[in-house]
């Protein structure tokens, strides 16, 4: 029979596709050291308790990836052991659990080989994993046995009203529960991507577990105050709702407030940045003034209740003004000479002399005790000082004597500079040289003594304390006595 040109191409295109099938066949899906023993693997034996539904060639896997397949599972004296023929080239650590698990709900159980430590060595031919690394699943007969069970013991009419119940809790809320499964899946793709950095918190979250457990103390009393808390909202439901209810309302007032006060809210908000600094050093202060305030508007008060529901024309306060003149008297140490001092008559305003003019005696004089050497230093406490400067510094406090002559130039302390002079109008000729200051002292009523314009000390013994009480007139004009 002579074939065709055309059979024979077919002929020979079916064997070339006949030998690539029968190659792929043995080669790749077959496999020959599968055919081989002790070619390309190596056999591994795991005890375990019992079966669990295990069988010959099923699946072994190794972190999720197929490694081999059981070669024979048989009774022993002590339960079931089963042979395991895993692939060459792949090093298993030898530190490791086996578990039996089931890959659906039909069964098809396999293998899976989790390592618990990955340093040590790999597993080799001839090793066995003891039965103590091992575990199978629970028995699907006893699972199902104990659920039929635990339905029994419930009332069919509880159980019904718990199923009514989970259908009105869920019915509708298939989208929602879709968004929350996918969502899930998301987070846990995610999270199978940031494995590292998961794992890296797990494994570092010991420090913070043991900082829980030592302020366990301070976590009860927090929830116990947050538990006051919550319980006062409760007892204070009302209000809370009337809060809830008008705040709207209230934040709408307080928005158009600001919209009112836009122009000039940024002022006044500047200026007060431009004071808080002095508010803040002078915060003792301001804290004093407030308590003492309410004492002495208690105080003002006071003062009028005497006078109170009278007949007299005028109310007022009801004060005794004792007058007491010169005592003590002015302080003049410190400010210009009497040379340079103005009449209360004029009133002009002249250049103020360079320098700081105040009361320059000891801090502890009895004159001008709350003169401005006096004041307290904000920043540095216990210390006092005329000026702000002085205060930041470490200069002290100097006074230019101690009485009540005037002394020196109130910028020249203890340095010998000349009296300030104040500056002359335009056009005034230059005067001639100073008069000599004229120095005062006050008289002394126990002795009668007093110091003169000429320097000298004078005694009017008869105006004395111990002077004869009766007293002429001629006596009272004799010129005094000079010592």
Same mark, same amino acid.
């Given at each position: 029979?002579?074939?065709?040109?055309?059979?024979?191409?077919?002929?020979?295109?079916?064997?070339?596709?006949?030998?690539? *099938?029968?190659?792929?066949?043995?080669?790749?899906?077959?496999?020959?050291?599968?055919? #081989?023993?002790?070619?390309?693997?190596?056999?591994? $034996?795991?005890?375990?308790?019992?079966?669990?539904?295990?069988?010959?060639?099923?699946?072994?896997?190794?972190?999720?990836?197929?490694?081999?397949? %059981?070669?024979? %599972?048989?009774?022993?004296?002590?339960? %079931?052991? !089963?042979?395991?023929?895993?692939?060459?080239?792949?090093? #298993?650590?030898?530190?490791?659990?086996?578990?039996?698990?089931? =890959? /659906?709900?039909?069964?098809?159980?396999?293998?899976?080989?989790? &390592?618990?430590?990955?340093? /040590?060595?790999?597993?080799? =031919?001839?090793?066995?994993?003891?039965?103590?690394?091992?575990?199978?699943?629970?028995?699907?007969?006893?699972?199902?046995? *104990?659920?039929?069970?635990?339905?029994?013991?419930? &009332?069919?009419?509880?159980?019904?009203?718990?199923?009514?119940?989970?259908? #009105?809790?869920?019915?509708?809320?298939?989208?929602?529960?879709?968004?929350?499964?996918?969502?899930?899946?998301?987070?846990?793709?995610?999270?199978?991507?940031?494995?590292?950095?998961?794992?890296?918190?797990?494994?570092?979250?010991?420090?913070?577990?043991?900082?829980?457990?030592?302020?366990?103390?301070?976590?009860?009393?927090?929830?116990?105050?947050?538990?006051?808390?919550?319980?006062?909202?409760?007892?204070?439901?009302?209000?809370?709702?009337?809060?809830?209810?008008?705040?709207?309302? *209230?934040?709408?007032?307080?928005?158009?407030?600001?919209?009112?006060?836009?122009?000039?809210?940024?002022? %006044?908000? !500047?200026?007060?940045?431009?004071?808080?600094?002095?508010? #803040?050093?002078?915060?003792?202060?301001?804290?004093?003034?407030?308590?003492?305030?309410?004492?002495?508007?208690?105080?003002?008060?006071?003062?009028?209740?005497?006078?109170?529901?009278?007949?007299?024309?005028?109310?007022?306060?009801?004060?005794?003004?004792?007058l007491n003149l010169n005592l003590p008297p002015p302080c003049t140490t410190g400010f210009l000479p009497v040379q340079q001092?103005?009449?209360?008559?004029?009133?002009?305003?002249?250049?103020?002399?360079?320098?700081?003019?105040?009361?320059?005696?000891?801090?502890?004089?009895?004159?001008?005790?709350?003169?401005?050497?006096?004041?307290?230093?904000?920043?540095?406490?216990?210390?006092?000082?005329?000026?702000?400067?002085?205060?930041?510094?470490?200069?002290?406090?100097?006074?230019?004597?101690?009485?009540?002559?005037?002394?020196?130039?109130?910028?020249? $302390?203890?340095?010998?500079?000349?009296?300030?002079?104040?500056?002359?109008?335009?056009?005034?000729?230059? &005067?001639?040289?100073?008069?000599?200051?004229?120095?005062?002292?006050?008289?002394?009523?126990?002795?009668?003594?007093?110091?003169?314009?000429?320097?000298?000390?004078?005694?009017?013994?008869?105006?004395?304390?111990?002077?004869?009480?009766?007293?002429?007139?001629?006596?009272?004009?004799?010129?005094?006595?000079?010592?």
């Amino acid at each position: 029979m002579r074939l065709s040109r055309q059979i024979w191409l077919k002929l020979g295109a079916f064997t070339l596709v006949s030998i690539v *099938a029968g190659w792929v066949t043995v080669f790749d899906y077959i496999k020959p050291e599968n055919l #081989i023993p002790g070619v390309g693997h190596y056999t591994v $034996t795991i005890e375990l308790p019992e079966s669990g539904g295990l069988y010959k060639s099923g699946n072994v896997t190794y972190r999720g990836t197929e490694v081999g397949r %059981v070669q024979d %599972v048989r009774l022993t004296s002590t339960g %079931v052991a !089963a042979v395991l023929s895993l692939k060459s080239g792949i090093d #298993i650590p030898s530190d490791l659990d086996a578990q039996v698990h089931s =890959q /659906s709900s039909v069964g098809e159980q396999y293998v899976a080989l989790l &390592p618990r430590d990955g340093n /040590s060595r790999p597993l080799r =031919q001839g090793d066995v994993i003891p039965r103590s690394r091992t575990s199978v699943p629970v028995d699907i007969n006893s699972l199902l046995d *104990a659920t039929n069970t635990a339905l029994a013991a419930i &009332p069919h009419d509880n159980l019904k009203t718990v199923i009514d119940e989970s259908y #009105i809790a869920v019915g509708g809320l298939g989208p929602e529960i879709r968004r929350i499964i996918k969502g899930s899946t998301a987070l846990a793709i995610d999270a199978r991507k940031n494995l590292d950095p998961l794992t890296n918190l797990i494994d570092q979250s010991q420090p913070v577990l043991d900082s829980q457990a030592d302020t366990s103390s301070s976590i009860r009393a927090w929830t116990a105050n947050l538990a006051t808390v919550t319980g006062e909202l409760q007892t204070q439901d009302s209000a809370v709702a009337g809060l809830l209810e008008k705040g709207a309302q *209230a934040a709408d007032e307080a928005r158009r407030l600001f919209e009112r006060l836009q122009p000039t809210l940024p002022i %006044v908000l !500047a200026n007060l940045v431009s004071v808080d600094q002095v508010a #803040i050093t002078y915060r003792n202060d301001i804290e004093q003034l407030l308590v003492l305030l309410p004492q002495g508007t208690a105080m003002m008060a006071g003062a009028l209740v005497p006078n109170l529901d009278t007949k007299q024309p005028y109310r007022g306060f009801y004060l005794d003004f004792s007058l007491n003149l010169n005592l003590p008297p002015p302080c003049t140490t410190g400010f210009l000479p009497v040379q340079q001092r103005r009449v209360a008559t004029e009133v002009d305003y002249p250049p103020r002399p360079a320098g700081d003019l105040y009361c320059r005696v000891p801090q502890d004089s009895l004159w001008d005790v709350r003169g401005v050497r006096n004041t307290p230093c904000e920043t540095v406490p216990g210390k006092r000082a005329p000026t702000v400067k002085m205060c930041e510094s470490d200069e002290q406090y100097v006074p230019l004597n101690d009485g009540m002559n005037w002394k020196g130039d109130p910028n020249a $302390t203890l340095s010998g500079q000349g009296i300030p002079q104040l500056p002359a109008p335009p056009g005034t000729p230059s &005067p001639g040289p100073a008069p000599p200051p004229i120095a005062a002292l006050t008289y002394d009523p126990a002795t009668g003594t007093y110091l003169g314009p000429d320097g000298h000390l004078y005694t009017q013994a008869n105006l004395a304390h111990n002077a004869p009480k009766e007293q002429t007139w001629q006596s009272m004009l004799m010129p005094p006595t000079g010592n």
